[in-house]
C-alpha cells in the first residue's frame, strides 16, 4: 500500500503480473480465444510427434533384438509413447478437459500424465542405478522391488488426495495436491542426480582408451542434466502455481504460460532425452541390457 499526497493506492497485482504488467501483449494473448486455440493445439501436435518417435524407437528395438521381450529400454520407449499421446489427447480437447464441471475430475485427467512421466524417468534411473550396482559388483535384487513400491506409494497417495478433493472440495486439498507434485518432482531429480552421477563418475575413472567411453560419458552427462534441470523447473513452477493464482498453470486463461511450463519440462527434456538414448540395443547379449522379470 502507497500513500501519495492523500490517496492511497492499493497494490493487489502478485510478483509475476508485476513481472509482466507492462507487456500488455501477455494479457491479450490470454485473453484471446484464438491463441488458446492456436497454442493448445501446438502443444498436442508437439505432444503426437514425440509419441510417434518414441513408438518408432520401440518398433525398432523390437526389430533388432525381438528375443529378450520385454527390456528396461523397452518399457521406457513404451511409456514415453502413452504419456505422450495422453498429453497430445488431453490437449487436442483442452476445452473439454480444463472446463469440467467436477475439479476431482479435472485433477485426474491433468495429474495422471504427471504420475506415468515420472515413473517414465524413474525407470531412467533404475537402469542406470541397476547398471552401477552391476559394475561395482553389488546385489541389485532390491532396485526393482524398490521402484515398484515408491510408484505404489505414489500412485496410493495421489488416488487418496483426488478423493479428498472430491469430497471436501477445499482449495487446501488442491494446494496440496500440488505441492506433492512438487515433492515428487524433487525427488527424482535428486535420483538422476545420485545415480546419475554415481556412473557419471565411474564413467570417468575408466581408462581414456575404453571402446565407447568418451561417448557413454557425454550421454550420461547430458541426460542427468536435462532431466535434474527439468524437474527441479516442475517443482518451482508447481510449487509457486500452489499459492499464486496468476501463475497457476493448467487453466485455460494462461495459454502463454502453459505453452512455457510443459516446453520446458516435458516436451523439450523428453524430445533431448530420447534423441540422446536413440542407438540401438546390440544383437548379442549385453550385461547390461536384460529383460525385466
Not at 16 to 25: A, Q
Request: positive net charge; charged residues 20%; hydrophobic residues 50%.
Amino acid at each position: 500500500m502507497v500513500r501519495v499526497k492523500g490517496f492511497i493506492l492499493t497494490e493487489k497485482t502478485s510478483l509475476l503480473k508485476d513481472v509482466v504488467g507492462m507487456l500488455g501483449w501477455w494479457d491479450e494473448i490470454d485473453k484471446s480465444e484464438e491463441w488458446q486455440r492456436y497454442i493448445f493445439y501446438s502443444l498436442s501436435a508437439s505432444y503426437a510427434l514425440i509419441s510417434f518417435v518414441a513408438l518408432v524407437q520401440l518398433c525398432r528395438i523390437q526389430l533388432r533384438v525381438p528375443e529378450y521381450g520385454w527390456t528396461t529400454q523397452k518399457v521406457f520407449h513404451l511409456m514415453n509413447f502413452v504419456v505422450n499421446g495422453l498429453r497430445a489427447v488431453l490437449f487436442c480437447f483442452y476445452k473439454t478437459v480444463f472446463l469440467v464441471k467436477s475439479k476431482a475430475l479435472e485433477m485426474v485427467l491433468l495429474d495422471l500424465p504427471n504420475l506415468l512421466f515420472f515413473s517414465t524417468y524413474m525407470l531412467l534411473v533404475l537402469f542406470w542405478a541397476e547398471i552401477y550396482y552391476q559394475a561395482r559388483s553389488l546385489p541389485i535384487n532390491k532396485l526393482r522391488p524398490a521402484y515398484y513400491c515408491i510408484n505404489g506409494f505414489i500412485y496410493l497417495a495421489q488416488v487418496c488426495i483426488w478423493i479428498s478433493i472430491r469430497l471436501s472440495k477445499s482449495p487446501v486439498a488442491i494446494e496440496f495436491a500440488r505441492v506433492f507434485i512438487s515433492g515428487i518432482s524433487l525427488c527424482v531429480a535428486s535420483g538422476f542426480v545420485l545415480y546419475g552421477g554415481r556412473l557419471f563418475l565411474m564413467l570417468r575413472r575408466f581408462p581414456i582408451e575404453s571402446r565407447g567411453r568418451q561417448k557413454k560419458l557425454f550421454e550420461v552427462g547430458f541426460v542427468t542434466g536435462i532431466c535434474c534441470a527439468c524437474f527441479v523447473l516442475r517443482c518451482l513452477m508447481v510449487l509457486v502455481s500452489a499459492f499464486d493464482e496468476d501463475a497457476d498453470i493448467d487453466v485455460l486463461y494462461h495459454p502463454l504460460l502453459n505453452l512455457i511450463y510443459y516446453m520446458l519440462v516435458e516436451i523439450i527434456p523428453s524430445a533431448l532425452v530420447l534423441f540422446m538414448l536413440r542407438k540401438l540395443p546390440p544383437k548379442r547379449v549385453s550385461d547390461q541390457y536384460h529383460p525385466i522379470k
